[in-house]
């Protein structure tokens, strides 16, 4: 199966930005939806952005206007721009997809925005 490994974590100050990338081994075109979720300390999972393969996006109300996401089928990545970041945004990003029915998750990247 085609693994995601995510990078761009980082310490951020309030207010900056960041580039989150999920990179996958192999070829994603038979991915319908890839989605960003993330996991802060002591929280549930929950569900940030998602891009279907033709480069449609949905966006959690609570990133709407300062999260972004691109997908790149021939390049194999997909990219969370995230601005105007805020203390809630602290958390452990992950990729994830579903193929038949079957989880896949990366091992994600911590975002840490200090105020």
């Known amino acids: 199966q085609v693994q995601l490994v995510e990078s761009g974590g980082d310490l951020v100050q309030a207010g900056g930005s960041l580039r989150l990338s999920c990179a996958a081994s192999?070829?994603?075109?038979?991915?319908?939806?890839i989605a960003w979720y993330r996991q802060a300390p002591g929280q549930q999972r929950e569900l940030v952005a998602t891009v279907n393969r033709a480069g449609n996006v949905n966006l959690a109300d609570f990133v709407k206007g300062r999260f972004t996401v691109s997908r790149d089928n021939a390049k194999r990545i997909v990219n969370l721009q995230m601005n105007s970041l805020q203390s809630d945004d602290t958390a452990t990003y992950y990729c994830h997809y579903r193929l038949y029915g079957v989880d896949y998750w990366g091992p994600g990247t911590r975002v840490t925005v200090s105020s």
């Open positions: 192999g070829s994603i075109n038979q991915i319908a939806v």
